[in-house]
């Protein structure tokens, strides 16, 4: 019989034992400190933790162009810096941020919307809790 020492970080062991081959996977579990994000429609920055059993790989992937995220992978834990980009459009959005078997979803508010109220130039912007109005 042959057993070999196990480097875990690559999340799996070979060896031969009796001339056959097996091979063992580490069962790694994830988990991450954040599970919902929510911002108004200037967007803004911060980070979140990533906690994985040591040795444990982990990637992170968005699909969602407006939210940007560093590093994309790491072992055990770590930390991930993400950016929300302003959101120009007038309806709220909603994005996630995958790690694993862990999600984290985004959530945006819409862009405030100028409106001519009347023809007397009376001018307003929608926002996520009603009208804000100028008058000229």
């Known amino acids: 019989y042959e ?4 480097d875990w970080s690559s999340d799996v062991c070979s060896s031969d034992l009796n ?14 400190s954040s599970q919902t994000l929510s911002f108004d429609f200037e967007g803004g920055s911060g980070s979140f933790g990533v906690t994985a059993g040591s040795g444990c790989s982990w990637t992170a992937a968005t699909d969602d162009s407006w939210i940007v995220i560093t590093p994309t992978s790491g072992i055990a834990e770590g930390t991930i810096t993400y950016t929300v980009e302003k959101n120009t459009d007038s309806s709220q ?9 862990q999600v984290v979803t985004v959530t945006q508010e ?20 009603g009208w804000d109005s100028v008058t000229g």
């Open 93 to 101: 959005r909603t994005g996630l941020i995958t790690i694993e078997d």
């Open 110 to 129: 819409a862009a405030d919307v100028v409106a001519i109220l009347s023809n007397d130039s009376t001018l307003g912007t929608v926002n996520g809790t």
């Open 19 to 32: 001339k056959k081959s097996f091979t063992i996977e580490q069962a790694c579990s994830y988990s991450i």
């Open 3 to 6: 057993i070999k020492e196990c």
